[in-house]
């Protein structure tokens, strides 16, 4: 019975802690901001499936390849490439190690592209949304160098690995291990690796570029239409 009651008592507390750690009126507050951002990185996205497929025509192998998938499969197995656990289906997600977006500038070719878990693709957004990384070069390194050793001791990366491995040796091979797979896949397709890293600023420039101009495109056509409409608000007012 008292067994019992410590779960119940538990559980709520563990429900008022998740309650709490989300702010609803910070989640409405940032809402608009967010759809207008969203369609730049989309297009930022578009854009670089776009270079990617010119790359992948011209070095002869796109990440459906089988000669890649085996590649993926022989490195990982089935498992998620960060951290190692069996891959369920709906459970995984196709993994960009450099993540497609303004600040990774990540590209859908051999040697970038892989499977992980849904969790650990989600976890691994707060590195991939980073302007500048300092635990390493590049996002999926960041994402494997939370190790507890140089970040604060809130950072939620450090906790989610702590969370799956509590042994600390164990924790430290592991996220080891995982580098030097990944490691190896990329060196096994380097002429897409290093092209994409030689091109990267070039691209970045133009990505950064796309995605002001179409904030700033956004923002004035939105504008220009809500004035078009030229409704009457009045019947909105507040009366006495
Ligand atoms: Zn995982
Ligand atoms: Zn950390």
Do not use: K, N
């Given at each position: 019975m008292v067994a019992w009651v410590a779960i119940c008592w538990r559980s709520s507390e563990a429900r008022e802690e998740s309650r709490m750690s989300f702010d609803s009126t910070k989640a409405l507050r940032s809402a608009t901001?967010?759809?207008k951002s969203d369609v730049a990185n989309k297009l930022?996205?578009?854009f670089?499936?776009?270079?990617?497929?010119?790359?992948c025509l011209a070095g002869g192998m796109t990440v459906s390849n089988?000669?890649?998938?085996r590649a993926v499969v022989d490195a990982f197995g089935h498992r998620?490439?960060?951290c190692g656990r069996d891959l369920e289906h709906d459970r995984a997600a196709v993994e960009h190690l450099d993540g497609m977006n303004r600040f990774r500038v990540g590209l859908h070719v051999p040697g970038n592209v892989a499977v992980s878990c849904r969790r650990c693709n989600n976890e691994k957004r707060r590195d991939d949304q980073k302007p500048c990384l300092t635990l390493a070069g590049s996002g999926w390194e960041s994402f494997l160098s939370h190790d507890g050793?140089?970040?604060s001791v809130n950072c939620k990366t450090c906790t989610y690995w702590s969370?799956?491995?509590p042994d600390e040796s164990e924790k430290l091979m592991t996220l080891h291990e995982a580098?030097?797979?990944i490691r190896l896949l990329r060196k096994s397709f380097g002429r897409f690796v290093s092209w994409s890293e030689l091109a990267r600023p070039a691209i970045q420039h133009r990505v950064e570029g796309l995605y002001r101009a179409c904030q700033d495109f956004a923002t004035g056509e939105i504008d220009k239409l809500t004035s078009e409409l030229n409704f009457d608000f009045s019947a909105l007012k507040v009366t006495d």
């Open positions: 901001g967010r759809a930022v996205s578009m670089l499936h776009e270079v990617s497929r010119r790359a089988p000669d890649y998938l998620c490439i960060y050793s140089r970040c969370a799956i491995w580098c030097d797979r």
